[in-house]
């Protein structure tokens, strides 16, 4: 069985998405160097499908679709919602979405504690340490939340982050019929991809910068 993958194409760069497993997306300055990347990481990604009980072999990447990006594409963050992300989920894919979710989260907890306070630079000099990354990924969560209509207010305790977290799996977890889950917001697939890619991609880039 085949991997289904759409491209977001921006002008300079690409990414890879997996259509079926949220989170596994990858970017490259053409579309074969996203599908390349996108396979590179698949050992990495079956960590997250493990810790949530789920067998992972996703099979030859097959493009189904092409969107449009921008430069928020070339910056290295996905932002188009393919038209794949309109149609209904069902209770197993929710079920199945949260508790890569979830899986997500415990990971990327279990890396930051095992990583340095400071983190070597990036490539070009830069990066945040761990616990700005932290703080980052918490703050990116609590805007993302809001555009499935989950709105808590700034927290610093790990039981504010608890209750944002639970909200937003409530809201996963339901049936969908592929509609934006609030005005001016996201579809529930989209929101799923876009969560668990940024949880995902800051467990990668702290595994890489560990001094």
Do not use: Q
């Amino acid at each position: 069985m085949n991997h289904r993958v759409y491209l977001e194409i921006g002008p300079k760069r690409v990414f890879a998405c997996s259509a079926d497993w949220p989170g596994w997306c990858r970017i490259g300055k053409s579309e074969e160097a996203a599908i390349g990347a996108l396979l590179d990481y698949t050992p990495r990604y079956r960590v997250i499908a493990g810790r949530a009980g789920l067998e992972f072999a996703p099979g030859d990447p097959e493009i189904v679709e092409r969107v449009k990006g921008d430069r928020n594409t070339d910056f290295g963050a996905i932002g188009a919602i393919p038209g794949l992300d309109r149609e209904p989920v069902g209770a197993p894919e929710a079920a199945r979405t949260v508790a890569l979710a979830r899986a997500a989260w415990d990971v990327f907890a279990e890396v930051a504690a095992a990583s340095p306070e400071e983190l070597r630079k990036g490539p070009r000099g830069g990066g945040r340490d761990r616990d700005k990354m932290v703080a980052h990924v918490v703050e990116a969560e609590r805007a993302y939340a809001r555009k499935i209509g989950v709105r808590h207010k700034p927290f610093k305790d790990t039981a504010g982050l608890a209750a944002l977290r639970e909200d937003i799996v409530r809201v996963l977890s339901r049936p969908s019929d592929g509609a934006p889950l609030t005005e001016g917001g996201w579809p529930a697939r989209y929101a799923a991809r876009r969560i668990v890619w940024h949880v995902a991609d800051h467990i990668w880039e702290m595994e890489d910068r560990r001094v």
